[in-house]
């Protein structure tokens, strides 16, 4: 499956965005996705995660309240709506996919996930 990140963008502290992962290649419906974002200088670091279903959510400590994952799977696509931005939120986000056969849960770690959509940069102003 290939992913495909879009929707950052520069925003002014306590906007919103909405970043989407759209697949393609095949269903994205039988996939665990995650959001994941990296900082100028910093480590990669887990946002947040969703099971195949939708039905199961999980997200960082520091974005939680503030953001919500979602998907459409008839549309194959994962959302990442964010809103009460902090300029400590500026960076670059990464989707990636797990196959998980229609079974399961969400997943946080890097290495869990098999397929990765390129960045797309969010920069929050102060």
């Known amino acids: 499956v290939q992913l495909q990140a879009s929707g950052g963008g520069l925003v002014q502290a306590g906007g919103s965005l909405r970043l989407s992962c759209a697949a393609s290649?095949?269903?994205?419906?039988?996939?665990?996705v995650g959001w994941f974002r990296q900082a100028p200088g910093k480590e990669r670091e887990f946002v947040a995660a969703?099971?195949?279903?939708?039905?199961?959510?999980y997200y960082a400590d520091s974005v939680k309240g503030r953001f919500t994952i979602s998907r459409d799977n008839a549309k194959n696509i994962v959302y990442l709506q964010m809103i009460s931005l902090k300029p400590e939120d500026t960076a670059d986000y990464y989707c990636?996919?797990?196959?998980?056969?229609?079974?399961?849960?969400?997943?946080?770690?890097?290495?869990?996930?098999?397929?990765w959509g390129q960045g797309t940069q969010v920069t929050v102003s102060s």
């Open positions: 290649g095949r269903t994205f419906s039988g996939y665990a």
């Open positions: 990636a996919a797990k196959g998980t056969l229609f079974s399961g849960g969400y997943y946080l770690r890097e290495n869990d996930y098999s397929y």
């Open positions: 969703i099971n195949w279903s939708g039905d199961s959510q």
